[in-house]
């Protein structure tokens, strides 16, 4: 089995290298590319942060919430752990488990 592992290490690391030599080559026969991947790479980090950021520091919380109460029933007795789902007009559902 170690075999095995080794011989599956091998292989990966051999088709790593290949891969490797080519992208360099690549690089070198375009050398604009590394620039292109750069700025792409960079235009991708930035987004990221963005939103990110406008995730974190945003405190909106959209729609107000409400408050629901009520009785949640089955054959008559009370139902307890059950999702309820609340759909409304406009807006996104909730969901909630009764207790």
């Not at 095995?4 to 891969?19: N, T, Y």
């Not at 590394?34 to 980090?45: D, E, H, P």
């Not at 990110?52 to 008559?76: C, E, H, K, Q, Y």
Request: proline share 4%; net charge negative; glycine share 10%.
């Amino acid at each position: 089995m170690a075999a095995d592992f080794a011989e599956f290490v091998a292989i990966a690391q051999a088709i790593g290298e290949e891969l490797w030599q080519r992208v360099n080559k690549k690089f070198e026969e375009r050398p604009q590319l590394k620039v292109v991947i750069a700025v792409l790479g960079i235009s991708i980090f930035l987004v990221i942060a963005g939103r990110t950021a406008t995730w974190f520091f945003s405190n909106s919380t959209g729609a107000p919430l409400g408050t629901v109460t009520g009785t949640v029933l089955l054959d008559g007795r009370p139902l307890s752990n059950a999702t309820v789902e609340f759909t409304p007009y406009e807006g996104s559902a909730s969901y909630g488990i009764t207790n």
